[in-house]
């Protein structure tokens, strides 16, 4: 079967309307999702949650330089721990910043925690709210 004509015998025509990158290849508005202090599942074992742990950590780092960066980071559940300063991703957070990358925290979290993030940039929201950024993205991303 001929590419461009997979399910009618026409030639498939591209809507650019629907297109998730712009004219030079980029991504439109992509969302990063943060829901835990470790990337993957933790299996129950401490080698693996030191293993997410370490993860996180290099992740949110590579942001500082990264040639491709998300438009907005949101943290919910146990990935508003990472924006406090008992994290060891704390310091990540002022080169997420300074690179202008909005990051929002869940409202309900942070009451629930009893915290407030101390730099004033993060943007804290309510789920309700953060899911309506995450259904309006372009592109979302779970990390």
Sequence with gaps: MEMGKLFTGDTTKVVPQIAL????????????VIEGEIVGDNKG???SKEHGKDLMLHSLKSLKTAKTVPDEIILIHDGVKLILPESECFQCWKDILDREIVVKACNETLFYLGKIPEDPRIICEDMADLLQSMLTADRVIRL
């Design 45 to 47: 074992d401490e080698i």
């Design 21 to 32: 990158t712009d004219k030079e290849g980029s991504p439109k508005r992509v969302v990063l």
